[in-house]
């Protein structure tokens, strides 16, 4: 893989809340300026949040929702209003203290325009209206009579099959929580007829996930030691194939940047935004590293949004917004 770094980096001056310069642009391969301008800016919209998570723009309506998962709530943002609370309890509705991540993680968009959710303190994948009418609806819960771990992010392909990763991070011990069931950190589909299958069973920590724009791959990142980006041909009748390497992150880590790849985004060309070491990374479709976004703090997830060309990053305790010369998938 190519490493080097162009000699010439972006800085962004970007107001915090503090007055401090925010994060900074390095291209490696020149399609990143293709991508993201030189005289870019990230901005930030708010810092307030315990661990920010999970973004997805609505369309209908044109807002932004995300997770606070410690704080057991999802916001949403608007140009006009900011951050408002949208739900709160959003994924554990139990009367004890159980966590210190109890609330939703991975949001989406289903096909029907409904709201989608991974919830770590009830351990299901959920449904409910975006005008909350009617209230939740769950769709998975177990896999062979067993509770789920922490379902933690989750993507709907066009033909109706529901993808979704359940590592042990919202468990109040994690993987040593006396309370698993599920000997194994899977990912998992949700049929159309509503039939849950087990699809990936080898990975120690899959973690975000996301279709190319044909929606005939799925990306799953993994989040342990060993930091790296699998993909899986999506088989016609939606069950997955054999996975091979995407992106293997772990060279960052050796070379001090922390982190590993979280949630992640494709654009309408097949660019993989993803979180990963030091902030975002952007890959090409075949998988080459052309640039990184780095943001002074731990990255966890992003979403486009707004025309399509609006990416929104959830990093630790803030909101950002970044406009970019790209949009994303299907938009």
């Known amino acids: 893989m190519n490493t080097k770094v162009l000699t010439v980096f972006f800085f962004m001056s970007v107001l915090n809340s503090h007055g401090q310069e925010f994060g900074k642009f390095i291209p490696i391969e020149k399609e990143f300026s293709t991508l993201i301008a030189p005289n870019a800016k990230l901005e930030i919209l708010a810092d307030t949040f315990e661990w920010s998570e999970g973004p997805i723009w609505v369309k209908k309506g044109g807002f932004l929702l995300f997770s606070d998962v410690p704080k057991n709530t999802i916001y949403k ?34 096909n029907d325009g409904e709201l989608l959710l991974c919830e770590h303190g009830d ?16 769709l998975s819960a177990h896999w062979e009579g067993k509770r789920y771990n ?21 468990l109040p011990e994690h993987e040593n929580d006396p309370s698993r069931e599920i000997d194994l950190f899977g990912v998992y589909r949700i049929s159309p007829k509503g039939v849950t299958t087990l699809e990936i069973k080898d990975l120690t920590r ?35 194939g054999v996975g091979t390497l995407f992106f293997d992150a772990s060279y960052l880590n050796a070379e001090g940047k922390s982190g590993a790849p979280d949630g992640l985004k ?29 943001i002074p703090a731990p990255t966890s997830n992003l979403a486009w949004g707004e025309d399509g060309s609006t990416l929104f990053i959830t990093s ?10 790209t949009k994303g998938a299907n938009f």
């Open 77 to 110: 943002w608007t140009r006009a209003e900011g951050v408002s609370v949208f739900m709160n309890p959003s994924g554990y509705t139990g009367v004890f203290p159980y966590s210190n991540e109890p609330g939703s993680n991975g949001l989406t968009i289903s």
């Open 123 to 138: 351990r299901r994948i959920s449904k409910v209206p975006i005008d909350k009418r009617g209230g939740k609806v769950t």
């Open 150 to 170: 922490s379902p933690n992010d989750l993507v709907q392909s066009r033909a109706g099959d529901i993808y979704f990763t359940d590592p042990p991070y919202g």
């Open 206 to 240: 899959p973690n975000g996930v996301a279709l190319s724009p044909d929606h005939k791959i799925l990306y799953v990142a993994q989040s342990d030691t060993k930091a790296y980006i699998m993909k899986y041909p999506i088989k016609t009748d939606g069950s997955l």
């Open 266 to 294: 494709v654009d309408k060309d097949g660019n993989v935004f993803t979180s990963g070491p030091g902030g975002v990374l952007v890959l090409n479709k075949n998988g080459k590293l052309l640039g990184r976004i780095e």
């Open 316 to 325: 630790d305790m803030f909101l950002i917004r970044l406009e970019t010369k």
